[in-house]
Each structure stands twice: as structure tokens, then as C-alpha cells.
């Protein structure tokens, strides 16, 4: 059997959503709303199933959506992309990332991935027989280390693994940021794979900078959305790539051989969506603020300490603060366990040695009285742990 596949665990978010259910706890891991996406999304799915466009769309996508992604890109942007030559639509975000690396990778070529890392961008370069360079961001703060990253691009550079806004950080990267790595690419000849998923969850103000935007870029840079993300609908797994025409004939040969298409009568709901108002992706933003803002608050009076969220999904806790003397494995199984509430351990998000193992990640796309809970179930567990500290098993 294939050797890389083999040595590759079963996903993080898998082994937890099973332990929540197990455990009847509250899934704070996986990242997935526990409401549904907008009514008129789902109705125009609703209607596209019942109009007789059941059978292959075209390869890169319906015309609709790629219309309605090309028109995104200008509105929220202000990226001129042509729809036929431009975009193509894949099953997710998931696939853009494997297609978007096909489409440029040879054995032998290198690629550079932060960590913490999303989980499937290592497996993937390495099965395409590339090899990786690890950059490590480092908590607190995650600010770009810029010397090893320098140091990271090299002659065998072909391409960086960018995710803003970043899973599990919460980091939105700055404009100087970016045109620090823009340099790096330019200088080193090199693609950007740019997992925007998180592009319209961003709050306080930050805003989502795509690293295409930025000069001599747009040639460069594959751009990823996912409907998934941007329409609370996580379950559709309908993703969209913008790329330069010179590009994307390798991205759509990739996802010719992946999926080939993804189901048309979503698409055609998604292209309903991209179009929504402005007030839509404002209310989007502005609902998981709040959201954040429980979680956040919520898990402080208990005693964590957390690190900014300036987008994303997730909010990070330091288990150490409330007294927790176990990594962040035991302890996101053991609130599993006995709380009832789950969360991620962020060492999932780490490929190399020695990763900070002290963080516990939590998913705020749940319902206020959810949050509620489990804020609840968490300060009971603290309590009885703080009245019985020799019965824990921590
Ligand atoms: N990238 C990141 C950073 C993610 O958090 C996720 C999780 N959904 C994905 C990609 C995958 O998106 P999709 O569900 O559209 O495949
Ligand atoms: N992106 C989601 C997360 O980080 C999980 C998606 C998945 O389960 N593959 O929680």
C-alpha cells in the first residue's frame, strides 16, 4: 500500500467530532456552525435540484458560478478576473488545495508551509513528492518570523503554502506582512497557493487582504474560497480557485482527475450567495464577533488565558493558565471526558519537533445558548477539579 498514506493519522477533526459523540459532549472542535446557512441559499439548491440540471455540469464549473466568483473577486477586491479562463470550481476548499499543488509541484521541488498548518497541506506535498520547509509562527503573537522565512526560500523553491485568515491562529496577515512574503516569492520565481477560506470572517475591523491583490502577484498567486466558510454551509463542500488563464489549465487538469465536477445544483446555489448584498457578508462578520466575543469573555472569567482572534472560526486557549499541568492532548480529551465539551489540541496543527503544547482550540460558530453551556460544563469541571485537585487525573 501506498507508505505516506499509511503513516498519515486519521484527521484530528474526525477523532474528536467522534469523541464528542461518544461522550455526548459539546463539539467546540470541528469547525462547523450548529446553525444553518442563509434561507435563499438554500432555497435556490432547493429549486436547482428540481429543474432537470442534474447531469455533468461543465469541468471548471457552471457558468453561473463562475460569473458570480469572478464578480466577488472585483467587488470585494478589486480583481479584474476573467470567468471562463480564470476560475475553477472544485468540491471544497480541501480539493482547491490538493489541485492548486498538483498544478505546480514536480518531485523534487520544494514548498514552504507555516506551521501551525492546516492538516492536509503536508500530506499532500508529500505525496506529490515534493518536500517541505516548515516556517513556525510562534504564540503569542504569530508575527512572521522574516529571517527564517528568507531563510526557507531557496533555488528549489516552487511555491508557499499561505492560509489568512489563519486556522487555528485567528491570524489576518498585514499589508506589510504580505509584501514581505510577495518579495520572497517574486525574488525566488515562485507560486503562492493562498487558502482564503476564512476571507469574509474577519472582525474588529481587520480586513482580508488577498496576497494577489498586491503587485506582481496576480500571475503568481492561487486564490481559494469556499461557499463551505463564507455561507455557514460547511456540509456543501463547494470551493472556488482564481488564478491567472496561464495557470489555471493545470488547476482544471488537476480537478479533472480528482472529482472532474461538483454537483451543479449547489453550484448554482453558491453563485445565489456570492451575489448576496453587501449587509449580508457585514452580518455574517458582525454575528460571529459576537459569537467570539461570548467565547472569549466566557472562557477568561473562567481563568484561561486567550490569544487574539482577528478571524476565523476559533479562539485559542492557554490551558496552563487555569493550572492544567498535562498537554493539550490530555486535556482536550479529558474535558471530552468529564466536562463534556470538546476542543482541538493545537499540536495537531504542528509536523515538527517540539511544538508549544499548552493550547486548546475552540470553535465559536455554535449558538449563544450552546456557548452557554459550555462555558457552564467547563467552569463546573474547573470548580470540582480545584475541590478534589488529587482525584484529577492532570
Ligand atoms: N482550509 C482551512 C484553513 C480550513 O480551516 C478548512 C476547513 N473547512 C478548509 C481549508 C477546508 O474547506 P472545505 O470544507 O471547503 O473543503
Ligand atoms: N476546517 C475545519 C476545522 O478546522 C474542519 C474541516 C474538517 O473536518 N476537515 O475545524
Same mark, same amino acid.
Given at each position: 500500500m501506498n507508505q505516506l498514506l499509511s503513516a498519515t493519522g486519521t484527521t484530528i477533526f474526525t477523532v474528536m467530532s467522534a469523541l464528542a459523540a461518544q461522550h455526548g459532549a459539546i463539539n @467546540? %472542535?470541528? %469547525?462547523? *456552525?450548529d446553525y444553518d446557512g442563509p434561507a435563499d441559499v438554500i432555497e435556490a439548491a432547493a429549486a436547482a435540484l428540481k429543474d432537470g440540471r442534474n447531469q455533468y455540469p461543465p469541468m471548471t464549473g457552471v457558468p453561473e458560478l463562475r460569473r458570480a466568483v469572478a464578480e466577488a473577486n472585483r467587488r470585494f477586491y478589486g480583481l479584474e478576473v476573467d470567468p471562463d479562463r480564470e476560475v475553477v470550481v472544485t468540491s471544497g476548499a480541501t480539493e482547491a488545495i490538493t489541485a492548486c499543488l498538483m498544478a505546480v509541484l514536480n518531485p523534487g521541488d520544494e514548498c514552504v508551509l507555516i506551521e501551525p498548518l492546516y492538516d492536509t497541506y503536508l500530506p499532500v506535498v508529500r505525496l506529490l513528492g515534493a518536500t517541505p520547509r516548515l516556517v513556525r509562527l510562534a504564540p503569542p +503573537?504569530?508575527? @512572521?518570523p522574516r529571517a527564517e522565512l528568507a531563510a526557507a526560500f531557496g533555488p528549489r523553491t516552487k511555491a508557499i503554502l499561505l492560509n489568512t *485568515?489563519?486556522? *487555528?491562529?485567528g491570524k489576518v496577515f498585514t499589508a506589510a506582512e504580505l509584501a514581505f512574503l510577495a518579495e520572497l516569492i517574486q525574488r525566488h520565481d515562485a507560486y503562492a497557493v493562498c487558502d482564503e477560506v476564512y476571507e469574509h470572517l474577519t472582525y474588529d475591523g481587520w480586513r482580508h487582504i488577498p496576497l494577489m491583490s498586491l503587485p506582481g502577484m496576480r500571475g503568481r498567486c492561487m486564490r481559494i474560497g469556499s461557499a463551505g466558510k463564507t455561507f455557514s454551509l460547511? %456540509?456543501? +463542500?463547494v470551493g472556488y480557485v482564481t488564478c491567472d488563464a496561464a495557470l489555471q489549465p493545470n488547476v482544471a487538469k488537476a480537478h479533472q482527475n480528482l472529482t472532474f465536477t461538483t454537483p451543479p445544483n449547489l453550484q448554482r446555489a453558491v453563485a445565489v450567495g456570492l451575489a448576496k448584498e453587501d449587509a449580508y457578508f457585514e452580518s455574517l462578520s458582525a454575528e460571529l464577533a459576537a459569537r467570539r466575543d461570548l467565547l472569549t469573555q466566557g472562557l477568561k472569567g473562567l481563568g484561561f488565558a486567550t490569544l487574539p482572534v482577528q478571524g476565523s472560526y476559533f479562539v485559542t486557549a492557554d490551558i496552563r493558565s487555569i493550572g492544567y499541568a498535562g498537554d493539550d492532548v490530555a486535556f482536550c480529551r479529558q474535558i471530552t471526558e468529564e466536562a463534556k465539551v470538546t476542543a482541538i489540541p493545537v499540536t495537531a496543527f504542528y509536523a515538527g519537533e517540539n511544538p508549544p503544547n499548552h493550547y486548546a482550540r475552540f470553535a465559536f460558530c455554535k449558538n449563544e445558548s450552546v456557548l452557554r453551556e459550555a462555558l457552564s460544563r467547563l467552569g463546573a469541571w474547573i470548580e470540582a477539579r480545584r475541590a478534589a485537585p488529587r482525584a484529577a487525573s492532570a
Open positions: @467546540l %472542535g470541528q %469547525g462547523f *456552525p +503573537k504569530w508575527e @512572521l *485568515p489563519m486556522n *487555528p491562529t460547511t %456540509g456543501w +463542500k
